[in-house]
């Protein structure tokens, strides 16, 4: 190796080691100096906005997790939250790089005051550490990402149940901030919302989404907002399995006691019970499941039709007893057992109408009946 060759090698290294060392001492400036911080009228209570007339602010989401829990009304989602903003005061051009910094020094940062409108219940990762993440520009360009995970309210209509399809939307917005301060935008248009396509969920498919835009207003003043709205269409599947066929083949069963014979009551009757009550188990256990919602459900029509023909069944056996073995039959046998007794008492007092209605040989037949049942009682009055 030549001394040339070394002196060039050593100039480059000496190049990369001030750079490092610069990029290390910026950083370490960022960290622990509070009060002057990029600039010695740095102050993080105060908006980068003021020398401008609106100031913009670019968001853009990547969802990782999707959950939705209809017997609540609501949705989990977990997503990648950045926002980016331009602030002059931060702006530097000794150094042409992106500078990452601690996610600390957002706490020394002026930072947007967004937040999630229908939100119930939102938090920001911790482990290992509080994931978030701060990026400067040299142009003061600030790129504040924010792992976090939110439980938003979304009001269902359930009457098509469970052949239904949901909106559900996360209302971003600003808390303080005007329209006169601050201005939001979806950053890349309608790619600002990226993961989508990869959420696979249980009970629904995410047929669309879309990003919206918009200002409103409050008796404080107008606000900017960013909607973010799901298309969500349940997945029939389950309800088939789980509720669907339980339930026809409980129906169907019901109406094997037709061709069960009317004298097994024992059977028909626990049969009829046994589905009765299976059915109310499966209506019972689909309620347990649902938000307690003041309206009718196509699934409650379904389950209430399935429940009308299983008891018609029941009661099928009920009206076939007392047909057969009820107060009819009975007052049928008491009304022939009185025609009968009436028939032989007219018979006792006209026998020429017996005699009438007899030939010769049943005449003679009767005579040694009668000659011998005078015999029996004459014995027998002469024996008392």
């Known amino acids: 190796?030549?001394?040339?060759?070394?002196?060039?090698?050593?100039?480059?290294?000496?190049?990369?080691?001030?750079?490092?060392?610069?990029?290390?001492?910026?950083?370490?400036?960022?960290?622990?100096?509070?009060?002057?911080?990029?600039?010695?009228?740095?102050?993080?209570?105060?908006?980068?906005?003021?020398?401008?007339?609106?100031?913009?602010?670019?968001?853009?989401?990547?969802?990782?997790?999707?959950?939705?829990w209809f017997i609540f009304q609501d949705y989990t989602l977990t997503m990648y939250f950045q926002q980016a903003w331009r602030d002059k005061r931060l702006s530097y051009s000794e150094i042409p790089l992106n500078l990452t910094l601690d996610n600390r020094v957002a706490d020394q940062l002026w930072v947007p005051d967004t937040y999630f409108l229908n939100d119930k219940k939102s938090f920001v990762h911790g482990v290992t550490v509080k994931n978030r993440m701060i990026r400067l520009h040299p142009d003061g360009t600030v790129l504040y990402g924010l792992r976090i995970t939110t439980t938003a309210a979304c009001m269902m209509d359930l009457r098509r149940y469970p052949l239904d399809?949901?909106?559900?939307?996360?209302?971003?917005?600003?808390?303080?901030?005007?329209?006169?301060?601050?201005?939001f935008h979806w950053r890349g248009g309608d790619h600002a919302v990226t993961g989508v396509e990869r959420i696979e969920l249980p009970q629904f498919s995410i047929v669309d989404y879309k990003l919206i835009s918009k200002n409103v207003v409050f008796s404080t003043g107008s606000y900017p907002r960013l909607s973010?709205?799901?298309?969500?269409?349940?997945?029939?599947?389950?309800?088939?399995?789980?509720?669907?066929?339980?339930?026809?083949?409980?129906?169907?069963?019901?109406?094997?006691?037709?061709?069960?014979?009317?004298?097994?009551?024992?059977?028909?009757?626990?049969?009829?019970?046994?589905?009765?009550?299976?059915?109310?188990?499966?209506?019972?256990?689909?309620?347990?499941?649902?938000?307690?919602?003041?309206?009718?459900?196509?699934?409650?029509?379904?389950?209430?039709?399935?429940?009308?023909?299983?008891?018609?069944?029941?009661?099928?056996?009920?009206?076939?007893?007392?047909?057969?073995f009820g107060r009819g039959p009975q007052r049928q046998k008491r009304a022939a057992e009185k025609a009968s007794i009436a028939n032989n008492e007219k018979m006792r007092m006209d026998p020429n109408k017996v005699f009438k209605c007899m030939n010769n040989e049943q005449y003679i037949y009767y005579s040694i009946y009668s000659s011998l049942l005078m015999l029996v009682n004459e014995n027998t009055f002469v024996h008392c």
């Open 1 to 68: 190796m030549g001394p040339g060759r070394l002196s060039v090698y050593t100039f480059e290294n000496i190049k990369e080691s001030i750079e490092s060392a610069a990029i290390l001492l910026l950083l370490l400036f960022f960290t622990f100096n509070k009060e002057h911080l990029m600039h010695a009228l740095y102050f993080k209570i105060y908006p980068p906005f003021f020398d401008v007339v609106i100031f913009p602010l670019d968001l853009v989401t990547h969802l990782s997790f999707f959950c939705v």
């Open 228 to 324: 973010l709205s799901f298309k969500l269409k349940r997945n029939i599947g389950y309800f088939i399995l789980q509720t669907y066929m339980p339930s026809i083949l409980i129906t169907i069963l019901s109406w094997v006691s037709f061709w069960i014979n009317y004298d097994a009551s024992a059977a028909r009757v626990a049969l009829g019970i046994t589905t009765v009550l299976t059915m109310t188990t499966i209506n019972t256990h689909l309620r347990e499941t649902l938000p307690k919602i003041p309206y009718v459900k196509a699934i409650d029509m379904y389950l209430m039709g399935c429940f009308v023909f299983v008891f018609l069944a029941l009661l099928e056996y009920a009206l076939v007893n007392y047909i057969f």
């Open 165 to 183: 399809e949901q909106n559900c939307t996360l209302e971003i917005e600003s808390y303080g901030y005007t329209t006169d301060d601050i201005e």
